[in-house]
């Protein structure tokens, strides 16, 4: 069976199957491979993309936008202070007119129920480019530059450390899952990852043969990890936690020694970026040769594109 995700929303990558996010990952490598050759082949020509921005971003900013309109496509960035969205007129007034006006919409910010309202009353593909819950299209990115490293994705092993429940981390999980992969959440037990998202993560990883599991030990969640993943210690709306994460997750920062921990020199560091160096990761980790981050950063605009061509054409 052939996949066809023309006309689909990217939401949550809960909605997508092991082979739709493997044709993903194929278009993503081919459109690397041209932007390496410095291929443009205007597939977007005389498209529109609506971007609404509730919380800040340069990189998902930045891979939609020029990945958007290096293909001839036109994006128009919206910042709720310019817009209506929710005061004065509806979101889901908002989103019909977008719909009639536009051929995709982005959309980062605060809720989820936002991007679903979004796609449900648009009617047009809607991409989610980061709630309080989900980062999807990092996520993509993150098994891209995962697969390019070890050459697969079935049967690697990865652990995120620290904040276990925020939205990269809920979406890798999500993504390790669906692609037969173990993955070890690995933090305090007050910042466990949802309950009912980490049943259905598991059970997901049953019939894809990898595991999901969550541990407060460092030495069980380490030892012959491939990845190790990190993010901030307080997300974006989450600002007033800082202190009382930093004491929390302390111990879960991704230094020297845990990267050793691994007991493999072939072991991988990967951040989502932005990263608070000195806090969640050392200066040492994140510049040493074990680091994958501006690889995962670039591919960001390649999964991006990928999502935005087999959605649209
Ligand atoms: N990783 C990521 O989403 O980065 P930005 O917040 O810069 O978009
Ligand atoms: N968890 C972080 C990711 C930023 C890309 C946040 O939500 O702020």
Known sequence: MSVNLKGRSLLTLLDFSPEEIRYLLDISEQVKMESRSRLRTERFKGMTLAMIFEKRSTRTRLAF????????GHPVFLSPNDIHLGAKESLEDTARVLGRMVDAIMFRGYKQETVEKLAEYSGVPVYNGLTDEFHPTQALADLMTIEENF????GVKVVFMGDTRNNVATSL?????KMGMNFVACGPEEL???SDIFEKCQEIAKETDGSISFTSNLEEALASADVIYTDVWASMGEE??????????????VNERVMEMTGKSETIFMHCLPAVKGQEVT???IEGKQSRVWDEAENRKHTIKAVMIATLL
């Open 65 to 72: 936008e020029t990945a958007f309109a290096e293909e001839g």
């Open 151 to 154: 050459g697969r994705l079935k």
């Open 173 to 177: 999980m999500i993504a390790c899952a």
């Open 192 to 194: 466990k990852p949802r």
């Open 240 to 253: 007033d936690k800082e202190k009382e994460r930093m004491a929390l997750l302390k111990p879960y920062q």
């Open 283 to 285: 200066y040492e980790v």
